[in-house]
């Protein structure tokens, strides 16, 4: 969610949309309690919950967010929940000053974030040498599958800045990390991967 704050968007947080979900699946996520994980474009904080439940009491949940109504609005969330172990970063995912040394990254429906390669190699420089790394969200079906991709432009229009490379959108941070695995859902207008840190810094 890193559209402009001065947006609609950043104005009034909408819901996340459907695509969002996929990435904190079980097969997606390898996360054990007392870990780390950072959600990198969190949002208003609508998966931190999810998170959270993962991770457990003795771990941590922090998320990267650049716009502060919604950074805010999440830290709202986090205090009515009463998370202790959850906090934000309000800033964006190039510039944040990441407080931990986590156990897994993910990108869940942040497009922009993942054209980046800027903002992906921050994040990556505060993971433990093979960390779980997972990103999910909407790309572009076959050429053929016009309707597919009409919906899949106005499902996720809202929430990026601009589609180039929304056909794979996972090919900057492919090359960022190891063991990387695609898998493409919703007749290949989804998808999730899933990778490690490397071992040893590049």
């Given at each position: ?159 990026v800045r601009s589609f ?39």
């Open positions: 969610m890193n559209k402009s704050p001065n947006s609609a968007a950043a104005a009034h947080p909408p819901a996340r949309p459907a695509a969002r979900q996929p990435a904190y699946g079980k097969q997606a996520l390898s996360v054990s309690p007392g870990q780390v994980v950072l959600d990198v474009g969190s949002g208003t904080g609508l998966c931190s919950g999810l998170l959270q439940d993962k991770v457990g009491p003795q771990g941590g949940v922090v998320g990267i967010e650049e716009s502060p109504e919604m950074a805010a609005v999440a830290r709202e969330r986090i205090a009515d929940e009463g998370w202790r172990n959850v906090t934000v970063v309000q800033s964006p995912a190039e510039d944040a000053q990441i407080p931990v040394t986590a156990d897994a990254a993910v990108f869940c429906a942040v497009h922009d974030i993942l054209q980046s390669p800027d903002a992906l190699r921050n994040v990556l420089t505060k993971l433990r040498p093979g960390a779980w790394v997972a990103a999910g969200g909407g790309k572009w079906a076959a050429p053929w599958l016009v309707g597919v991709n009409l919906q899949a432009r106005m499902l996720h229009a809202p929430f180039e490379g929304f056909g794979r959108p996972w090919s900057h941070l492919e090359q960022l990390i190891e063991d990387v695995h695609v898998r493409e859902l919703a007749l290949g207008s989804g998808y999730i991967v899933t990778g490690h840190a490397p071992q040893t810094p590049s």
